[in-house]
């Protein structure tokens, strides 16, 4: 049974470019959650997706935009970006319990994106 | 707001020592919490979880038990491997599926 997957793992990129990252997650999940951990630092929730749409969202900027495809993977997109910005991004898939309780996240081994 | 709190690190112990690591929240309803473990240049792992109050989560030798009282979580293993050394990341489940973490404790066995 494959657990959650992210490419890519490392990704260089320069100020003011667009990146694309993606996970699928775990076999029988069907919600997607991104957090971003910066160095040292606990990692932050960004957005969740279930069903196709952003269900949550934590305080990060419009820059930051996801996608759910009908098989339950994901993209996270980060436009114009900035030095800050550099951090391990990681991936988290669940399983949507009964009403909207929220089952086990489990994670991804994340991408590392360096901006210089 | 919802938060959580871990005794701040490095931590560093001899094989075999008892370890406890600290891990306090503040939360509205009754979220669930989690240990999560984090080995160098991988993602996370999940330890072990706790979904109400007096529940104790334990795997690989590791225990927490969930304190609604005095609202804690601490991690412990009665006795601590090399392999053990990582950081520890302690978090809260809040209704609608976000996860809240602190900061994070680096845990290094020596042998």
């Known amino acids: 049974d ?90 988290a898939s669940s399983r949507m319990g009964e009403g909207i309780t929220q089952e086990t996240q489990y994670f991804g081994p994340g991408t590392r994106l360096l901006v210089l | 707001g919802d938060s959580v709190t871990q005794m701040e690190g490095p931590v560093t112990l001899s094989e075999e020592a008892f370890l406890t690591i600290n891990c306090t929240y503040t939360a509205t309803g009754y979220p669930s919490l989690f240990w999560y473990v984090q080995y160098p240049g991988e993602g996370l792992q999940l330890l072990l979880k706790a979904t109400k109050a007096d529940d104790k989560g334990s795997n690989k030798g590791f225990e927490a038990t969930y304190r609604k009282e005095t609202t804690s979580f601490h991690l412990e293993k009665g006795s601590v491997q090399v392999s053990d050394s990582a950081v520890y990341f302690c978090a809260l489940l809040l209704q609608g599926g976000k996860l809240i973490f602190g900061q994070g404790t680096e845990l290094s066995v020596k042998p």
């Open chain 1, 2 to 91: 494959a657990g959650v997957t992210q490419s890519p793992t490392h990704l260089i990129k320069t100020r003011g470019q667009q990146v694309t990252l993606r996970c699928s997650p775990k076999s029988g999940h069907d919600t997607v959650s991104w957090y971003q951990q910066a160095l040292g630092q606990g990692p932050q929730f960004i957005f969740q997706y279930y069903e196709e749409e952003e269900r949550q969202r934590g305080n990060f900027p419009d820059r930051f935009s996801g996608h759910q495809f009908p098989n339950y993977s994901s993209e996270l997109n980060v436009n114009a970006l900035l030095l800050g910005d550099s951090a391990l991004y990681l991936c």
